[in-house]
């Protein structure tokens, strides 16, 4: 590494005559600016949005002195028991790309998208690749696709567009303009009504690519008012209605949910893990574990499912002591000490 005289991914990328963006894919999708990135990746700051004891990056870089390509890596960097990048993964990533690509991404920026297979690299799901694309568009002021138009026309006319023609990429470059767009009383109607002006897997593909994005009010009352309209949850309104900031309503909705049967499922609480930690204060952190408490006992998982929940929310910057406070309480009710027991005795083993 020194010999190289690198020692970060955000050196490596200067050095090498580019232009780049980060953007985190942990549990919201988000541009990281270059000097937080820097300070994740050195372990001087904590990542903000881990997930699964990782921090995830899409990074996009560019020389626009050669072309006016982007290239993008996918990187996931593991995460200390702290939250903190362990350096020695970031830098064997580092060696790999030194090593495959020396310093010359600026003259051979296209081999640099093709990197060796490596511990490091991921491939978004489809949902978070065209949402993280839809992103990438917005923050670089790049056009959006020509798809996106169908969507448009569809919103206006329903009954004169197929909606089967629309992408999901369509769909998450359109949700970028929900906050201003003319038509979104016409949608929250809709989507609040039950109405079949619009069909329900577009519906619901709309709701879950709107998950990084803040929604106009009418918008995000339709969609908390669509997670339980039926016997069932509607994930893709629960997904949707993910906001980067404390919001009474959201958490209100939350702490009602978590007091249902309803809410006794893995693919709930995950949703809820992953994309509501901010609602989590103290009172609803309590509710979500007591659930999954809940679960972990009625499905048999001997502590599995509770630890995982656990471990995945004290790795929170902004929870860890929430989380830990919640952990040494002698108020908690019953089957939550005991699960926190469980855990006690797992780690002493």
């Known amino acids: 590494m020194s010999a190289n005289g690198i ?6 990328l200067l050095h090498a005559g580019t232009e780049y963006q980060v953007f985190d894919l942990g549990r919201r999708l988000e541009p990281t600016d270059s000097q937080t990135f820097l300070e994740i990746e050195n372990g001087s700051a904590y990542a903000p949005y881990p997930r699964q004891q990782h921090a995830w990056f899409g990074i996009v870089f560019w020389n626009k ?3 006016t390509q982007h290239y993008i890596w996918f990187v996931k960097l593991p995460l200390d028991e702290q939250g903190l990048v362990v350096a020695a993964a970031r830098n064997h990533f580092l060696e790999i790309i030194v090593d495959a690509l020396g310093q010359s991404v600026a003259e051979d920026t296209e081999n640099a998208q093709t990197l060796p297979d490596n511990p490091y690299s991921f491939v978004p799901n489809q949902s978070q690749l065209a949402q993280f694309n839809a992103l990438v568009k917005r923050t670089l002021n790049q056009p959006l696709s020509e798809e996106s138009q169908k969507v ?3 919103i206006q006319a329903p009954q004169l567009v197929d909606w089967q023609q629309i992408s999901m990429q369509s769909v998450a470059d359109f949700v970028h303009s929900l906050s201003h767009h003319p038509k979104q009383d016409v949608l ?3 989507i609040k009504n039950n109405t079949s002006l619009y069909s329900d897997v577009f519906l619901n593909t709309l709701m879950e690519m709107s998950e990084s994005v803040s929604l106009p009010e009418n918008l995000l009352a339709a969609y908390l008012d669509e997670i339980d ?7 893709a309104a629960l997904r949707g209605t993910s906001e980067g900031t404390f919001n009474p309503t959201i958490n209100n909705k939350l702490l009602e949910l978590l007091k249902s049967e309803k809410s006794q499922r893995l693919d709930i609480l995950s949703v809820i893990a992953a994309r509501h930690f901010e609602q989590m204060e103290p009172l609803l ?3 979500f574990l007591e659930q999954a408490a809940n679960v972990d006992e009625k499905e048999g998982h001997k502590g599995a499912l509770f630890a995982g929940f656990f471990s995945d929310l004290v790795q929170i910057p902004k929870l860890r002591r929430q989380v830990l406070t919640l952990l040494h309480s002698e108020a908690n009710p019953q089957i939550l000490s005991n699960a926190f027991q469980q855990l006690f005795a797992q780690a002493r083993k």
Do not use: G, P, T, V
């Not at 020692?7 to 490596?12: H, L, Q, R, V």
């Not at 309209?229 to 994930?235: G, V």
């Open 152 to 154: 448009e026309a569809y």
């Open 65 to 67: 002195n050669a072309s």
């Open 285 to 287: 952190l309590s509710a």
């Open 188 to 190: 929250a109607q809709a």
């Open 229 to 235: 309209k039926s016997d069932d949850i509607n994930l």
């Open 7 to 12: 020692n970060s991914i955000s050196e490596f």
